[in-house]
C-alpha cells in the first residue's frame, strides 16, 4: 500500500513547484482517503478509493491517458496483434464525449453502418457520460457472438444499434485495379498494425507487373496504430529528410526519424485520401507525404490526434498509459487538436449519371463496328487486369482522387 501510495503522491508532485507546496498536497489526498473511509455511506477500502482516485485523475490530464487495472491491461496488449474481441470499432473521448473516430473495415461495426463522429451515448443502456474511455471499451468489449446495443446520436438523431460481437482479425492492407483507370493502383490500409510494411512491400513489387504508373493510398477512417509502421510505410515514398519528430517534456522521449534513400519508390506520384476517422498514424503519413510534397491529399480534415502515449507499469499487473510527447510534421506544424488539411477538400457524395445516358448511341451498337478489335480488347484486360477491381460508384472522393492521379501522371510523362 506504502508503495502504491507513493506512485500516486510522484504523479501529484508533476505539477508542484515546491517542497511546501508539494507536501500540502499530499497531506490534502490523505486527508481525503481518511474522510472517505471513515464516513462514506459505503464501506471502502484504501485500495479500493485509491484505484478510484486513479482511475478519475488519468482522464483529467487529457483524453489519451488513464489508470489501467489487471484486465484493462491485459486487454491493451492484444489490441495492436491484428487479432482481438470486441465489434472492430476505434473510440476516443472528444469534447467530453465518446465518440466514434472510426469503423475497422469489414467489423461488425463497420456492417453495422457505424460512422465516423458517431456519439455513442448508451452501451447497453449504460449512460457513457460517467465512465472513463477503458470502462466504455470493456462494456463493448465481451464473448463473442453475444450482443452489445449501442445508443448512436448522428446529426441531432438518436437511434440504437445492435451488434454482434466478434473476434476481429484484420487485414490491414488490401489492394484493387481501380475501375475505368487501369494505370493506377488502388490501396487500401484500414489500421497501421504490425504487417502493414512488409504487406505494402509485396504490394509494390506488383506495380510493374500490373503496368501501374500512379497509387491511390485510402486512409479514411484509419484509426492509426503502430508508429513504427507509419515511419516504415513513408520510408516507401520519401528517400531523404524527416519523416517525423516526437517531443516532450522528458527528453528520453525526443526522437526524430529519418527517411532511408534505397528501397524508396520515389518517382511514382501519390495520391492519398482522407477523411474526419483517420487519426494518429494515418495523420502522419499524410502529413508527411504533403509536407515533402510527395503526395496530393484529398478528402477532409483528419481527426486531430497528434499525442504519444507510454505504457508505464506500476507492477506486473497494472500500468498508467500516459501522454508523454507530441507528434511533429516534417514542417514542425503539430496535429494536435488541429489535423491534416487536405490539399483538395472533398466531402462524401453519391456519384449519379445522367438519366437519358443509355439513350445515347455508342459505337458499339453501329453495324460495321469492328467486333474483331473490340474481342481483341476484351480479352487483353482479362489477362492483363487480373486483381479485384474497386468501383467508383457513389465514392466522389475516390473518383476525385483518381482523377487528380490521372492528371499527375500525364503531367509526368510529358516530362
Same mark, same amino acid.
Given at each position: 500500500?506504502?508503495?502504491?501510495?507513493?506512485?500516486?503522491?510522484?504523479?501529484?508532485?508533476?505539477?508542484?513547484?515546491?517542497?511546501?507546496?508539494?507536501?500540502?498536497?499530499?497531506?490534502?489526498?490523505?486527508?481525503?482517503?481518511?474522510?472517505?473511509?471513515?464516513?462514506? @455511506?459505503?464501506?471502502?477500502? *484504501?485500495?479500493?478509493?485509491?484505484?478510484? &482516485?486513479?482511475?478519475?485523475?488519468?482522464? =483529467?490530464?487529457?483524453?489519451?491517458?488513464?489508470?489501467?487495472?489487471?484486465?484493462?491491461?491485459?486487454?491493451?496488449?492484444? #489490441?495492436?496483434?491484428?487479432?482481438?474481441?470486441?465489434?472492430?470499432?476505434?473510440?476516443?473521448?472528444?469534447?467530453?464525449?465518446?465518440? +466514434?473516430?472510426?469503423?475497422?473495415?469489414?467489423?461488425?461495426?463497420?456492417?453495422?453502418?457505424?460512422?465516423?463522429?458517431?456519439?455513442?451515448? %448508451?452501451?447497453? !443502456?449504460?449512460?457513457?457520460?460517467?465512465?472513463?474511455?477503458?470502462?466504455?471499451?470493456?462494456?463493448?468489449?465481451?464473448?463473442?457472438?453475444?450482443?452489445?446495443?449501442?445508443?448512436?446520436? $448522428?446529426?441531432?438523431?438518436?437511434?440504437?444499434?445492435?451488434?454482434?460481437?466478434?473476434?476481429?482479425?484484420?487485414?490491414? @492492407? %488490401?489492394?484493387?485495379?481501380?475501375?475505368?483507370?487501369?494505370?493506377?493502383?488502388?490501396?487500401?490500409?484500414?489500421?497501421?498494425?504490425?504487417? +502493414?510494411?512488409?504487406?505494402?512491400?509485396?504490394?509494390?513489387?506488383?506495380?510493374?507487373?500490373?503496368?501501374?504508373?500512379?497509387?491511390?493510398?485510402?486512409?479514411? =477512417?484509419?484509426?492509426?496504430?503502430?508508429?513504427?509502421?507509419?515511419?516504415?510505410?513513408?520510408?516507401?515514398?520519401?528517400?531523404?529528410?524527416?519523416?517525423?519528430?516526437?517531443? !516532450?517534456?522528458?527528453?528520453?522521449?525526443?526522437?526524430?526519424?529519418?527517411?532511408?534513400?534505397?528501397?524508396?519508390?520515389?518517382? /511514382?506520384?501519390?495520391?492519398?485520401?482522407?477523411?474526419?476517422?483517420?487519426?494518429? &498514424?494515418?495523420?502522419?503519413?499524410?502529413?508527411?507525404? #504533403?509536407?515533402?510534397?510527395?503526395?496530393?491529399?484529398?478528402?477532409?480534415?483528419?481527426? !486531430?490526434?497528434?499525442?504519444?502515449?507510454? /505504457?508505464?507499469?506500476?507492477?506486473?499487473?497494472?500500468?498508467?498509459?500516459?501522454?508523454?510527447?507530441?507528434?511533429?510534421?516534417?514542417?514542425? $506544424?503539430?496535429?494536435?487538436?488541429? !489535423?491534416?488539411?487536405?490539399?483538395?477538400?472533398?466531402?462524401?457524395?453519391?456519384?449519379?449519371?445522367?438519366?437519358?445516358?443509355?439513350?445515347?448511341?455508342?459505337?458499339?451498337?453501329?453495324?460495321?463496328?469492328? $467486333?474483331?478489335?473490340?474481342?481483341? =480488347?476484351?480479352?487483353?484486360?482479362? *489477362?492483363?487486369?487480373?486483381?479485384? /477491381?474497386?468501383?467508383?460508384?457513389?465514392?466522389?472522393?475516390?473518383?476525385?482522387?483518381?482523377?487528380?492521379?490521372?492528371?499527375?501522371?500525364?503531367?509526368?510523362?510529358?516530362?
Amino acid at each position: 500500500m506504502k508503495k502504491f501510495l507513493l506512485s500516486v503522491f510522484m504523479i501529484v508532485s508533476l505539477f508542484a513547484e515546491t517542497k511546501e507546496t508539494r507536501l500540502a498536497a499530499y497531506e490534502k489526498f490523505v486527508k481525503v482517503v481518511n474522510i472517505i473511509e471513515a464516513y462514506y @455511506v459505503d464501506e471502502l477500502n *484504501t485500495t479500493t478509493i485509491i484505484n478510484k &482516485a486513479l482511475k478519475g485523475l488519468l482522464p =483529467n490530464l487529457d483524453p489519451h491517458s488513464s489508470y489501467l487495472d489487471k484486465k484493462a491491461y491485459e486487454d491493451l496488449k492484444v #489490441q495492436t496483434t491484428g487479432e482481438f474481441g470486441g465489434l472492430g470499432v476505434v473510440i476516443g473521448i472528444r469534447n467530453g464525449v465518446l465518440t +466514434v473516430i472510426s469503423p475497422i473495415d469489414d467489423t461488425p461495426a463497420y456492417k453495422a453502418g457505424l460512422k465516423a463522429g458517431d456519439i455513442i451515448l %448508451k452501451i447497453n !443502456g449504460k449512460a457513457t457520460l460517467d465512465l472513463t474511455l477503458d470502462e466504455d471499451v470493456n462494456l463493448m468489449r465481451g464473448k463473442p457472438g453475444t450482443k452489445v446495443t449501442l445508443t448512436i446520436v $448522428r446529426g441531432g438523431k438518436t437511434f440504437d444499434v445492435t451488434i454482434t460481437r466478434a473476434i476481429i482479425k484484420i487485414k490491414s @492492407v %488490401k489492394t484493387y485495379a481501380l475501375q475505368n483507370y487501369p494505370e493506377i493502383e488502388y490501396i487500401r490500409i484500414s489500421s497501421f498494425d504490425k504487417n +502493414v510494411v512488409s504487406s505494402l512491400k509485396k504490394a509494390l513489387k506488383n506495380l510493374k507487373k500490373y503496368h501501374k504508373k500512379g497509387i491511390i493510398i485510402d486512409l479514411r =477512417n484509419n484509426p492509426g496504430g503502430l508508429l513504427n509502421q507509419a515511419v516504415g510505410t513513408l520510408d516507401l515514398f520519401i528517400d531523404k529528410g524527416v519523416l517525423v519528430s516526437q517531443k !516532450g517534456r522528458v527528453s528520453s522521449e525526443n526522437q526524430v526519424f529519418y527517411a532511408h534513400s534505397s528501397g524508396t519508390y520515389k518517382n /511514382i506520384p501519390i495520391v492519398v485520401l482522407v477523411n474526419g476517422g483517420s487519426a494518429s &498514424a494515418s495523420e502522419i503519413v499524410s502529413g508527411a507525404l #504533403q509536407d515533402h510534397k510527395r503526395a496530393v491529399i484529398v478528402g477532409e480534415t483528419t481527426f !486531430g490526434k497528434g499525442s504519444v502515449q507510454a /505504457i508505464l507499469p506500476i507492477n506486473k499487473n497494472e500500468a498508467v498509459r500516459l501522454t508523454v510527447a507530441r507528434y511533429y510534421l516534417p514542417s514542425g $506544424r503539430t496535429i494536435q487538436a488541429k !489535423g491534416v488539411v487536405p490539399d483538395i477538400i472533398v466531402h462524401p457524395a453519391k456519384i449519379e449519371k445522367e438519366k437519358n445516358e443509355n439513350a445515347l448511341i455508342k459505337e458499339s451498337e453501329l453495324k460495321n463496328h469492328l $467486333r474483331a478489335e473490340l474481342n481483341k =480488347n476484351k480479352k487483353t484486360k482479362k *489477362t492483363k487486369y487480373n486483381q479485384k /477491381i474497386k468501383k467508383l460508384d457513389n465514392d466522389l472522393q475516390l473518383l476525385t482522387g483518381a482523377n487528380i492521379l490521372k492528371a499527375l501522371i500525364i503531367a509526368k510523362q510529358g516530362e
